[in-house]
């Protein structure tokens, strides 16, 4: 069993800033790529940042600059701090991790249950 658990999120005025955060637990043997995506009303989900194991990152380019991505292999954790948040950044924000599991050695996309972030005035 695997399981991601966020934490952050909420409501922020245009501007302002906020940090998300995953912790990764259960049957794991390694994780790769970990990373964030989210839905807004109405869209497709699309990738907002990830990491490699290695600490190379990539980011959309609607969040270049503004978002930060990061992670601790020994705790299992990826964080995102985003600034100079915009309206267009509000959306449901979900955790993903791929991950080998202990024992089996089998690779798989595991994701978070998503939490929300606003940015309104």
């Known amino acids: 069993q695997v399981q991601l658990v966020e934490s952050g999120g909420g409501l922020v005025q245009p501007g302002g800033s906020l940090g998300l955060a995953c912790a990764a637990s259960?049957?794991?043997?390694?994780?790769?790529?970990m990373g964030w995506y989210r839905q807004a009303p109405g869209k497709q989900r699309e990738l907002v940042a990830s990491?490699?194991?290695?600490?190379?990152?990539d980011y959309a380019d609607s969040v270049k600059g503004r978002f930060t991505i990061s992670r601790d292999n020994v705790k299992n954790t990826v964080s995102l701090q985003m600034s100079s948040l915009k309206p267009e950044d509000t959306a449901v924000y979900y955790c993903?991790?791929?991950?080998?599991?202990?024992?089996?050695?089998?690779?798989?996309?595991?994701w978070g249950q998503g939490t929300q972030v606003t940015v309104s005035s």
């Open positions: 259960g049957s794991i043997y390694s994780i790769n790529a």
């Open positions: 990491i490699t194991s290695g600490g190379s990152t």
């Open positions: 993903y991790a791929r991950i080998v599991r202990r024992f089996s050695f089998r690779e798989g996309d595991y």
